[in-house]
């Protein structure tokens, strides 16, 4: 079963840093590029950041860029976003999703980072 | 960057009916890159349609997807009562992703 499996939320003052992750399953993770996504509560999907399948691109939403960093380890099936400077509406459910063809075809269920002192 | 914008912001319908969810972009996008999700409460979106007009895998026939350029809709043929959700439409382009705010279909 394809499945992608996210962890390392949870609550970090503003300022703070907090590493999330991906465990990717079921698929030749090494093959696809890679997108992390987030939904502030109650509000609509924002696109975060992306990575390539070997790592050699990576993009950043005007939002994240210099507090947030995407990597892979192709070895160890895992995607990883660090997140720097936290502030508050940093806070939302993080997804990440499998890319092909630049759309979203797989999704894992999400894990949630509160900003807040 | 591409801002697309849909609409309704909600809509109200009844199972049966038809439903058309509209999604205008702020410039040209590639149909190639044009999709559309499913969003339920406490869930992950799913992916409806890819390349603006091809179902992805499982998602039935009743779903389907058209337009090119800045225009593009989704269309539930008749409604089933596991369609009511927020649909957003998603594209690519320079270097960035970017989603509508969003439709919620709820039932009337």
């Known amino acids: 079963e394809v499945q992608l499996v996210e962890s390392g939320g949870g609550l970090v003052q503003p300022g703070g840093s907090l590493r999330l992750s991906c465990a990717a399953s079921?698929?030749?993770?090494?093959?696809?590029?890679m997108n992390w996504v987030r939904q502030a509560p109650g509000k609509g999907l924002e696109w975060v950041s992306y990575?390539?399948?070997?790592?050699?691109?990576?993009y950043y939403a005007d939002s994240v860029k210099g507090r947030f960093t995407i990597s892979r380890d192709n070895a160890k099936n895992s995607l990883s976003l660090q997140m720097n400077s936290l502030r508050a509406e940093d806070t939302a459910v993080y997804y990440c999703?499998?890319?092909?063809?630049?759309?979203?075809?797989?999704w894992g269920k999400g894990t949630t980072v509160t900003v807040s002192s | 960057e591409i801002v697309l914008t849909q609409s309704p912001g909600t809509l109200s319908l009844s199972p049966g009916e038809r439903a058309t969810l509209s999604c205008r972009a702020s410039?040209?996008?590639?149909?190639?890159?044009l999709a559309w999700y499913q969003q339920k409460p406490g869930q992950a979106p799913r992916l409806l349609i890819y390349?603006?007009?091809s179902r992805a895998t499982g998602i039935p026939d009743r779903f389907s997807g058209s337009g090119s350029g800045t225009d593009f809709t989704l269309t539930v043929s008749r409604l089933e009562p596991e369609d009511f959700a927020v649909y957003y439409c998603q594209q690519y382009g320079s270097f960035a992703y970017t989603f509508g705010q969003g439709t919620k279909l709820e039932i009337k």
């Open positions: 079921g698929f030749t993770f090494s093959s696809y590029s």
């Open positions: 999703a499998r890319v092909y063809y630049n759309y979203m075809g797989v």
């Open positions: 390349g603006a007009s």
């Open positions: 410039q040209s996008v590639s149909s190639s890159y």
């Open positions: 990575i390539t399948s070997s790592s050699t691109t990576t």
